[in-house]
């Protein structure tokens, strides 16, 4: 009996050597990454870092009476760095006063002119800031902002923002 090249038997053992091979390539792959893999990684921070409180970028619609800030560069910024009134501030809030309550606009837009001529008057009442404390600060600047067009007038925006800022740091000036 002659056996063929052909036989069923031959090709079975010719892949066997093949798989053992492909075997040894993927254990040898996974055990080169779990030991390389520590040199890819940042390790791990050996302490935990303590969580600071910094400002906070807040946009004017969500600003409230009382709220502090690190600085005030103005007070028709796009948005404030609000931070703590605990913590370091040389500027705040004192109020958040109505149009209405120093200016009968009737509902229509009053003009720029008619806004910034009553603006003092609307944040340096006795509702709008605590004067007493106010007096006590030699450098204090009060800072306005308005409705500052129709459009914003139209869309609701009918408050003066009244803002206190000082080189020096300062307790709270809210009334």
């Known amino acids: 009996m002659v056996r063929g090249s052909g036989s069923g038997g031959d090709r079975a053992k010719s892949w066997w050597p093949w798989l053992v091979v492909a075997a040894v390539v993927v254990v040898a792959a996974a055990v080169g990454g779990w030991l390389w893999a ?16 910094g400002p906070t970028v807040t946009p004017l619609a969500t600003l409230e009476t009382g709220d502090c800030f690190t600085t ?13 009134c605990t913590d370091p501030h040389t500027a705040q809030l004192t109020a958040i006063v109505p149009v209405d309550s120093v200016l009968d606009a009737s509902g229509s837009w009053p003009g720029e ?27 204090l600047e009060i800072q306005v902002r308005w409705p500052a067009n129709e459009t914003e007038w139209d869309a609701g925006v009918r408050d003066y923002y009244c803002f206190a800022s000082s080189s020096a740091q300062f307790d709270s000036l809210k009334p």
């Open 38 to 53: 520590p040199f890819g990684r940042p390790s791990a921070p050996s302490s935990l870092v303590e969580a600071t409180t």
């Open 72 to 84: 005030l560069e103005s007070p028709w910024a796009a948005s404030f760095d609000r931070v703590a």
């Open 113 to 139: 002119e008619a806004l910034r001529e009553r603006a003092m008057l609307a944040c340096q009442a006795p509702e709008a800031i605590d004067l007493e404390a106010a007096a006590s600060i030699p450098d």
